[in-house]
């Protein structure tokens, strides 16, 4: 079945720090790719998206590319500001996949002054 | 802005007492889901409406029951809240045929807390 696979955390950086959190995926098919980030207390939101190989998604500084050789969908940051602490979801959503959203366990970053 | 809404934000209730939580959107999507996270794990879907339609998980117990009236509204029922369902809740809709997928978006949550 379509599985979504991230590092564990929490991942803990200095401001302006570069940050890369992985996510591979095991998808039928040609999914889509997202990444969603939850601030504290709140609902998730879209950071960002990529629906077909080599797509890149990028939005508010942050990026990731879907490559399909290695099934991969990594979010990087070339420097964090403290208000980037949240936990980040990656995410698929896959054709036959019945409406479901497959979401990673989820990332927490803390970014330190 | 079109968005979803989710009231209350914080709702408490009794052992064994019917609860209902509530989300509206103005997007006009025609799917509506509910999940239920615990402590920022990942949101664990528990039901979705695509239009009419009612799709329940497979795991998801028979005490959470759901209501559609319109596009606009959609209801989670607690029949019988236990100590293990205090969590947050999101209320998420997606714009979406048969044929692609697309992107859910999300309300702000309600975090239910079980005395």
Known sequence: GNSVTQMEGPVTLSEEAFLTINCTYTATGYPSLFWYVQYPGEGLQLLLKATKADDKGSNKGFEATYRKETTSFHLEKGSVQVSDSAVYFCALSALGGGFKTIFGAGTRLFVKA | ?115
Not at chain 2, 20 to 32: D, E, F, P, R, Y
């Open chain 2, 1 to 115: 802005d079109a968005m979803v809404i989710q009231n209350p934000r914080y709702q408490v209730t009794q052992f064994g007492k019917p609860v209902t939580l509530s989300c509206s959107q103005t997007l006009n999507h025609n799917v509506m889901y509910w999940y239920q996270q615990k402590s920022s794990q990942a949101p664990k879907l528990l039901f979705h409406y695509y239009d009419k339609d009612f799709n329940n998980e497979a795991d998801t117990p028979d005490n959470f029951q759901s209501r559609r009236p319109n596009t606009s509204f959609c209801f989670l029922d607690i029949r019988s809240p236990g100590l293990g369902d205090a969590a947050m809740y999101l209320c998420a809709t997606s714009g979406r045929d048969y044929t692609y997928q697309e992107t859910q978006y999300f309300g702000p949550g309600t975090r239910l807390l079980v005395l």
